[in-house]
């Protein structure tokens, strides 16, 4: 979703605007803009649809120059993708322009009230009020900072933006509001970075600062200022970031999705290092030592998160209950936040979310903490809002997912809950010393059967090309698997835009069975774990409708394959880790149908990779 990066020093602003954006690109977005003031502080603004390689080719003809700029990726939310709609926005002087994430709920009446004013507006978005508002403050001679505090008492909703000012000392003032998105600041000797989120600073500086809601910074030639939304000063540390300052690479891939699933066996190795001892079956998670005392009074968990990390917690679900053995429930987030609950305060509430800055999350985690609930946060963004909103947090450790569609992350938060879930049940003392053995001869060959799932992807492969003008696929499952078959599901109509959905093998014949006919597949997963053979019933029932359906079948399951149109293969693997294995070939799936489709695999149309607004 909506990308921001600012620049305030002494190079040209333009290159490094576009790499920061570039960086942010797989957040996903389909307008690109810049405004950079000139050296008589003007701004000097330009816009355009689709692709940030489209801004560059405007620049080519119209080379901005100047030491301080703003850029932004726009995803869409109010008004079309069209130039106008593009951000930077400005007020009627062009005194000051502004980048906008998130949603001005009631950007109609403040847009009713400076029109009556006599504003002239050039877009159709909520954000352009923004510029507008500040205008009129700046007007009265008071500064672009109180001019931002007063823009900010006027809107309902999150936003996170940048603003800057022609004609003064250059400065950039930073806002947040809710939960629209992060902001991180890069601290370099008479340079200031700030952008959406650190990728986009990895090139330029590893010394960061986060704003947080409510939160106000004013960069200047001058170095940085913080202030809270009460205009009090605040005091904050530069912490160092020991990331890699190199973009992610796809290497020998053509594209990340594919490089990102390749990947899994090493993420799953590393989600396990440090948390499972192979050689003494220890099994430790001392990111949660801040919540230890607080575990014996759980008697219940809430898992939440919103698309495939909602998945996941459904997956999270299955193993608390029969690993923990505490009552547990899965929630969409996006629902979560606003139905009537009742959360208590001997909840552990477990949020899923890779990037740790989706809205609905964010909120819904907010809401537990209200309420008094545990909160643990499960997210592959260190330093992310939703680190900050719970009391301990799971690194998935997975490195960035570039790909918009979730693949790595996915595994490697399923992985994260069954650790948990025998973490949970040996605090608790429902997990004994064997069973804790057993589960860790489990874990240890994780990443090879997921290694050895990986390797069937030129024969999953041959499979997508017989389907990929299928038009409608069912995807079916009973149990753990069940969530896996949505996951199936989400993954194919993301990237390959075919209608897909995912239902309980046992739901079929209340309804959705009606659908099988010539244009649709199922595809079943029926690998070897108990209740296989009631699947196997409801393929039959479809198979005597002349239904087509492929099978998710356990290697050497020559019976059942022999009564399938085609199969794609898994490993024999332990009970528990199926789901987790299963995610493998319909990720592949999902990925070979899209690539013989020819379409844009790391992009896929109208999505982001991280939801930054409601
Ligand atoms: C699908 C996908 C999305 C995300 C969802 C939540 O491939 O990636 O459904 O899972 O937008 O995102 P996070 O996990 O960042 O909260």
């Known amino acids: 979703m909506c ?51 489209a801004l560059k080719s405007v620049l080519e003809k119209n080379k901005l120059s100047g030491n301080v700029g703003i850029g932004h990726t726009r995803w869409a939310t109010h008004g079309q993708v069209t130039v106008e709609n593009a951000h930077p926005h400005l007020d009627c002087n062009n005194s000051v322009a502004v ?16 029109q009556s004013r006599g504003h002239i507006f050039k877009s159709d978005t909520d954000s352009e009020v923004i510029p507008h508002l500040i205008e009129e403050v700046l007007d009265q001679g008071q500064s672009l900072e109180s001019a931002v505090e007063f823009a900010l008492t006027q809107v309902k909703g999150s936003v996170t933006l940048l603003v800057t000012q022609s004609k003064i000392d250059p400065k950039i003032v930073a806002a947040r509001l809710g939960n629209a998105g992060g902001l991180v600041i890069g601290v370099e000797d008479n340079e200031l970075f ?21 939160e106000i910074a004013i960069l200047s030639t001058d170095g940085i200022e913080f202030v809270d939304d009460q205009g009090r000063t605040i005091e904050k540390q530069v912490s160092t970031q020991l990331v890699n300052a190199t973009e992610p690479d796809k290497g ?41 005392e607080q575990l014996p009074k759980i008697n219940r968990v809430i898992l939440m998160g919103c698309g ?15 690993i923990t053995k505490l009552p547990a429930q899965a929630e969409i987030a996006s629902e979560f936040r606003y139905a009537n609950q009742v959360i208590r305060d001997t909840d552990l509430v477990v949020a899923l979310t890779q990037s740790g800055e989706t809205a609905d999350t964010l909120e819904a985690m907010e809401k537990a903490k209200q309420a008094g609930a545990v909160l643990i946060a499960i997210t592959n963004v260190l330093d992310s809002q939703s680190t900050r909103i719970a009391d301990a947090s799971l690194h998935m450790r997975a490195g ?24 949970l049940g040996k605090n608790r003392s429902s997990v004994s010393e064997i069973e804790l053995t057993e589960h860790i001869h489990d874990l240890e060959k994780l990443p090879e059967y997921i290694g050895n799932a990986l390797n069937e992807s030129p024969n999953i492969h041959l499979l997508a090309k ?34 897909a959905e995912g239902h309980p093998a046992g739901e079929m014949k209340h309804g959705p069975i009606a659908l099988i006919g010539p244009d649709v597949t199922t595809i079943a997963l029926a690998p070897n774990v108990p209740n296989k053979e009631k699947t196997e019933t409801t393929i039959e029932e479809i198979k005597t409708r002349n239904g087509v359906v492929l099978g998710v079948v356990t290697a050497g ?58």
């Open 308 to 322: 495939t990390s909602y998945h996941a917690a459904l997956v999270g679900k299955g193993f608390i209950e029969s």
């Open 557 to 614: 399951d020559s019976n059942l394959a022999s009564r399938l149109d085609g199969c794609l293969f898994l490993p024999s693997v332990p009970v528990n880790l199926v789901p987790i294995v299963a995610a493998i070939p319909m990720q592949l799936f999902a990925y070979f149908i899209a690539l013989e489709k020819g379409l844009d695999i790391d992009h896929p149309r109208n999505l982001a990779k991280s939801v930054t607004v409601e």
């Open 252 to 292: 020998e891939y053509d594209w990340f999705m594919y490089k990102e699933i390749m990947e899994q066996p090493d993420v799953l190795l590393n989600v396990l290092r440090d948390r499972v001892g192979i050689d003494n079956f220890s099994l430790e998670l001392p990111e949660l030592s801040s919540i230890t």
């Open 400 to 423: 960035i997912e570039v790909g918009v569609a979730s693949t790595k992350t996915f595994t490697a938060s399923l992985l994260i809950l069954y650790i948990l879930s025998i973490y």
């Open 466 to 499: 017989d389907y990929a003008n299928t038009q409608y696929f069912l995807f079916m499952a009973r149990g753990l698997l069940f969530p896996i078959a949505l996951e199936g599901a989400l993954k194919l109509k993301e990237i390959s835009y075919i209608h």
């Open 194 to 214: 700030i952008a959406s989120d650190i990728p986009a600073l990895l090139p330029f500086s590893n010394n960061i600062m986060f704003l947080n809601p409510g």
């Open 3 to 53: 990308g921001i990066m600012g620049y305030l020093g002494n190079q040209e602003a333009r290159p490094i605007l576009l790499q920061g954006l570039e960086n942010l690109e797989y957040r996903g977005y389909d307008s690109t803009g810049l405004s950079i003031l000139s050296e008589t502080g003007e701004f000097q603004s330009v816009k355009s649809t689709g692709r940030l390689s």
């Open 99 to 114: 980048v906008q994430n998130g949603i001005i709920e009631n950007y109609r009446q403040i847009k009713e009230n400076l």
